[in-house]
């Protein structure tokens, strides 16, 4: 089955500085990989998903760039605020390839020092 | 309300005790997951219900725990004989369509079992 790494488990930013989290996967099927932003006592919620055909996606301060060669995908989260502090996962999924929903990362904690 | 509603929010109970949790997912949906998260962890996926489909079962750790989906909206998880090691939260999401695209998650329910 797919194993999706995530690093690092914990990162601390400057207001206004740039974040960047990284993701690898193991199964070169997979074609879908979206991004979900958890608040502190609140479910995930999506904020950016890009697919294998596209090797960057842009929205507003943050973007998501693909490497299918290498096997891996990162988040990109440009001048930095307070509310970008929360549990950050990637995910994997190769669709068709089953109903067991997508494998997620084990997160990363961001914190913005202001 | 327009989301995915979990209830209770959070359950205490007894090591040994049967616990159940409801979820009530966005109207029209026709998937339904549920996840585990434990503290420091990934989501963990437990089960998958698509319309009228047959629930894909595979993620379940163990006989203990069983879900179902009434009328193809909410759902009830349920553990049987809870254990110390099934303290976790459990997330609930919803989907539009069968190829798990963007899920909507719940707040989660945060079970603690003494």
């Known amino acids: 089955g797919e194993n999706v790494e995530q690093h690092p488990s914990t990162l601390s930013v400057q207001e206004g500085d740039s974040a960047v989290i990284k993701c690898t996967y193991s199964?070169?099927?997979?074609?879908?990989f979206p991004w979900y932003k958890q608040e502190l006592g609140k479910g995930p919620q999506l904020i950016i998903d890009?697919?294998?055909?596209?090797g960057e996606k842009k929205d507003q301060r943050i973007a998501v760039t693909l490497n299918k060669t290498a096997k891996h995908f990162s988040l990109h989260i440009t001048e930095t605020q307070p509310e970008d502090s929360a549990v950050y996962f990637c995910?994997?999924?190769?669709?068709?390839?089953?109903?067991?929903?997508?494998?997620f990362g084990k997160g990363t904690h961001l914190i913005i020092q202001p | 309300g327009a989301g995915v509603s979990q209830s209770p929010s959070n359950k205490v109970t007894e090591k040994g005790k049967d616990v159940e949790l409801r979820c009530d997912p966005i109207?029209?949906?026709?998937?339904l997951y549920w996840y585990r998260q434990s503290l420091g962890q990934g989501l963990e996926f437990l089960i998958y219900?698509?319309?009228?489909?047959?629930?894909?079962k595979s993620g379940l750790p163990s006989d203990r725990f069983s879900a179902e989906r009434t009328g193809g909206s909410v759902s009830t998880l349920t553990i049987q004989r809870t254990q110390q090691e099934d303290s976790a939260v459990y997330l609930c999401?919803?989907?539009?369509?069968?190829?798990?695209?963007?899920?909507?998650f719940g707040s989660g329910t945060q079970l603690s079992v003494l």
């Open positions: 999401a919803s989907s539009a369509g069968q190829m798990n695209e963007k899920l909507f």
């Open positions: 219900f698509q319309g009228n489909s047959a629930p894909d």
């Open positions: 109207s029209g949906h026709t998937a």
């Open positions: 995910a994997a999924k190769f669709e068709g390839g089953g109903a067991d929903g997508l494998t």
């Open positions: 199964d070169s099927a997979s074609n879908y």
């Open positions: 890009i697919r294998s055909n596209v």
